[in-house]
Nanobody, 123 residues
Framework: QVQLVESGGGLVQAGGSLRLSCAAS????????LGWFRQAPGKEREFVAA????????YYADSVKGRFTISRDKAKNMVYLQMNSLKSEDTAVYYC????????????????WGQGTQVTVSS
């Protein structure tokens, strides 16, 4: 059974940092893409970052490029999102997602989703 469990969300002041974690289990990782998405109240879910499990190729939304870093620990089956220089507009529920066949930025291309973790940035 595929399971993605996020953790690490919370309340932080603007300019601060948080690290989100995603524990992944139940899927084969040989050719998978893992991604982070976010959804703010009243808005559609949007792409944040993705990483290819095997090679570690990364891809970022322009809005977070240079501030966020996605990484994975293959030994622990973990994916991380290091978020620095946080802004109030980064406030959202953040979701970890997985798909077969490399990285992608479309929400609809992901097969599995976690339950989400809330990130709130106060200005």
């Amino acid at each position: 059974q595929v399971q993605l469990v996020e953790s690490g969300g919370g309340l932080v002041q603007a300019g601060g940092s948080l690290r989100l974690s995603c524990a992944a289990s139940g899927i084969t990782f040989s050719n998978n893409g893992l991604g982070w998405f976010r959804q703010a109240p009243g808005k559609e879910r949007e792409f944040v970052a993705a990483i290819s499990w095997n090679v570690g190729t990364t891809y970022y939304a322009d809005s977070v490029k240079g501030r966020f870093t996605i990484s994975r620990d293959k030994a622990k089956n973990m994916v991380y999102l290091q978020m620095n220089s946080l802004k109030s507009e980064d406030t959202a529920v953040y979701y970890c997602a997985a798909r077969y066949g490399g990285i992608h930025s479309y929400v609809s291309s992901y097969d599995y989703w976690g339950q989400g973790t809330q990130v709130t940035v106060s200005s």
